[in-house]
């Protein structure tokens, strides 16, 4: 599916910027590439830093491959000195086509390039705490709320998995760029890695403003949905009001069928109670026992997936949601896009790298 | 670009059948680069948002949940259950862009509203269906919340405390639903483009449960790679690039995110009095750094720690509490928690536009402008068989 051949969007981050502001613009790009635009991506000289960054530092070097395969995927990527006046003037030009930018830098009022291009998406540094220093994930979640509503009380603050703020900014400003180019005016659209991320916990300030001095925080064991350990890994106990009855029925226990468990605050004061016969019902049983006669009752619990797991799921083959491609002498699984279109995947392919714009636009 | 589109996407018109977050969010999205966003619900068939259990039940007419997801739609009360609800909306439908929706898989096809019956009333339309696992596969039907998505799109399995179990966001927060509207609506607005352009409209199947996946993209990639790495997924606070960082409490008893880029790890050493080694950072030493961290941080006020920190370049900040956000005096509070002409507060938008976003129509009670909207629509202020 080629939906947005007609444009051509330019990626261009510099050479300091924080690895956060590099991911969430390189995800932005990827995504309008793999739906069918031409996107280039301008490195400055010196390399780029995602092509060191590990999935897991210190633990599995050999996967340094995947990040800049999943973040490159289906772009061309060309290094460009623009100190240098010539090339300085081919990124000049290379603008002036350009019908979308996607940068960091800053400031909403100078346009990079030509005023011609229609739409520029400007990752922004945070406020607040952020300003002084370059923002990491880690700090960007915790002024959000967001690291506080995660884990133990007992213990820290926990952070999501992975590149979450990176993610989560890229796909906004992936929308950005869409609503811009949707637009028939030139736009300047900003995109701020806090705001992403409030906006993503809106809970945690809405208690806080119609409930005054109420406030949600990490639960830990106390909470109503919990991932519970079985007899080949984890599940996730995930049940609304409605889900109870049958749930209840499904562990077929008779303390869980009294009528205050039928409510959040009566199930919240006999958490102590119920947990361990839920508990002891899982330990026996496979996730994809409990996945199956869960969901066959319509009760929403999910089995706790490795990432590397989808790669033979079921669900995932039938959708053929893993692509893969041939990538600096390895092969890459990466997930498509999240969205069919008729029917019909989208198909990232491995990036492609140039030496000059001039080949990047053939 | 010029002539690409038909219409700026502020003449779209939106039929929102979305509920609670993942469809209602999107909607919201849309109406926040200016669509006109109509919330369709029947009185046997309405947002659950509306009245929310726990801590957001406030008895009030509208919970708080409701009126912060579906500011600036209007609202049309339409049973589709009924022939002449769903006539009337199949008129609406020839005069609308697009019709966003998670309901769960079939209910659409059961209320005779299938795409293909969609389409043949208004050839351009672009349905967007979002949903648990996608329109196909044997989970399509499936049911799920943000946190069933965490653990089925591998999120879970790399959240956690290091040793520790995995863990999901929770009922308070279900991160992965909030995730599903910030990307869908990017997708939605490449389908209009791309109809207007072509004549052809089309549907989307948005699976929330492959956008969780793709948000760990690499960690598939890597686990294809090298599945041994899947032994040690969980980090805690450890910074998946590989730089010093953690979550430590300090004397006042704040947690503390902190981060430290490269170039600062000397002087933060020198700080804590923790000897640096001018060997590679491994895990080792990486572990005994942060433990001496942990130990100077509990010794001082956040404050102080704040301060000392950031002036040798690192990156740190308090893990700030619910009901210490809206106090903090942040700019993106004013722009994520604005308020309307009521006083009440609302979600604002993910991203900034050249002029601010505002509120040009609070949350609406049930079916709060069907007249209005049928009139401008369909040129009948009442739903009735179109004779």
């Known amino acids: 599916m080629k939906l947005l051949d007609q444009f051509l969007i330019v990626e261009r981050v510099g050479a300091q910027a924080p690895l956060v502001h590099r991911l969430a613009i390189g995800i932005a790009s990827r995504i309008a590439a793999d739906m069918g635009a031409k996107v280039i991506k301008i490195l400055p000289p010196g390399g780029d830093p995602l092509a060191h960054t590990p999935v897991i530092p210190h633990e599995s070097p050999e996967t340094a491959l995947a990040l800049s395969a999943v973040i490159d995927a289906s772009k061309t990527v060309v290094t460009l000195d623009d100190n240098d006046s010539h090339c300085a003037a081919e990124l000049q030009d290379l603008l002036r086509q350009a019908n979308g930018l996607i940068t960091d830098e800053h400031r909403m009022d100078t346009p990079i390039g030509n005023p011609r291009v229609d739409v520029a998406v400007k990752v922004l540094p945070s406020d ?24 133990n009380p007992e213990n820290s603050p926990l952070a999501l998995g992975g590149h979450q703020v990176a993610y989560a900014s890229g796909y906004t400003a992936f929308t950005a760029l869409m609503g811009g180019l949707a637009s028939l005016r030139n736009r300047q659209l900003a995109v701020d890695v806090l705001d992403v991320m409030m906006w993503i916990n809106w809970k945690g300030g809405a208690t806080s403003a119609f409930r005054p001095g109420s406030n949600i925080t990490r ?12 007899a080949d890994g984890h599940i996730a106990l995930v049940h609304s009001e409605k889900d109870w009855k049958p749930l209840a029925e499904l562990i077929g226990h008779p303390d869980l069928m009294e009528p205050d468990m039928f409510t959040l605050l009566g199930r919240e004061k006999k958490r ?61 699984n990466l997930p498509r896009l999240p969205i069919r279109w008729d029917g019909a995947a989208f198909n990232p392919v491995a990036p492609r790298y140039v030496t000059t714009i001039k080949e990047a636009l053939l | 670009m010029t002539g690409i589109a038909r219409e700026a996407i502020e003449d779209w018109r939106v039929l929102d059948l979305g509920i609670i977050t993942a469809g209602a969010a999107t909607s919201a999205v849309l109406a926040d680069f200016g669509a006109n966003v109509i919330k369709i619900e029947s009185n046997s068939y309405q947002d659950p948002f509306r009245r929310w259990a726990g801590k957001w039940d406030l008895g009030t007419a509208l919970s708080p949940v409701f009126q912060f997801t579906n500011r600036n739609k209007r609202g049309l009360e339409l049973d589709l259950k009924s022939d002449v609800g769903r006539e009337c909306f199949l008129e609406l439908v020839a005069h609308s862009d697009v019709i966003v929706e998670n309901f769960r ?53 790399i959240t956690g405390y290091p040793g520790d179990a995995p863990v999901v966001s929770g009922r308070n927060f279900n ?74 409490q300090a004397s006042d008893g704040k947690w503390l995110a902190i981060t430290v880029p490269e170039e600062s790890l000397l002087a933060l050493c020198a700080q804590i009095d923790c000897e640096l080694a001018h060997t590679r950072l491994d895990a080792s030493k990486m572990t ?79 079916g709060e402008h069907t007249e209005e909207v049928l009139q401008e629509l369909l040129g009948r202020p009442i739903i009735q068989k179109n004779t």
């Open chain 1, 128 to 151: 607040a705490l952020l300003a002084k220093n370059a923002p990491s994930e880690l700090t960007v979640l915790a002024l959000s709320g967001m690291l506080d509503l995660i884990g």
């Open chain 1, 219 to 230: 639960e830990g064991s106390r909470a109503e949905w919990q991932v519970v350990a079985c």
């Open chain 2, 105 to 157: 898989r079939g209910v659409l096809d059961r209320l005779g509203l299938s795409f293909e019956v969609l389409s043949k009333v208004n050839p351009q339309i672009v349905l967007a269906s979002m949903s648990s696992q996608g329109d196909s596969g044997p989970d399509r039907k499936y049911a799920s919340y943000g946190s069933t998505l965490d653990a089925t799109g591998g999120l879970s399995a």
């Open chain 2, 175 to 248: 991160y992965t639903d909030q995730l599903a509207a910030l990307v869908a609506t990017g997708a939605i607005i490449a389908g209009v483009m791309h109809a207007k352009k072509t004549g052809k409209g089309a549907h989307l199947d948005i699976a929330q449960r492959e956008i969780t996946a793709f948000a760990v993209s690499e960690y598939i990639s890597a686990g294809a790679l090298n599945p041994v790495a899947t032994t040690t997924l969980r980090r805690g606070n450890r910074d998946a690039a590989g730089l010093v960082q953690a979550c430590c």
């Open chain 2, 288 to 366: 005994l750094i942060e433990g001496a961290l942990s130990l100077y941080v509990c010794k001082h006020p956040s404050e102080k720690i704040v301060g000392d920190f950031a002036n040798i370049g690192v990156s740190i900040a308090p893990a700030l509490r619910g009901n210490e956000i809206l106090p903090s005096g942040m700019g993106a509070v004013d722009r994520i928690f604005p308020k309307s002409s009521n006083g009440d507060y609302v979600k604002g938008s993910p991203f900034q536009q050249e002029t601010a976003f505002s509120v040009h129509h609070e949350a609406p009670a049930l």
């Open chain 1, 272 to 332: 102590d109670q119920y947990l361990p016969i839920i508990r002891a019902w899982a330990k026996h049983r496979t996730r994809d026992e409990i996945y199956r006669s869960a969901q066959a009752k319509g009760v929403p619990i999910g089995p706790v997936f490795a990432p590397s797991e989808l790669l033979n799921d079921a669900q995932f083959k039938a959708r053929d949601v893993i692509a893969q491609f041939e990538y600096q002498g390895k092969t890459i």
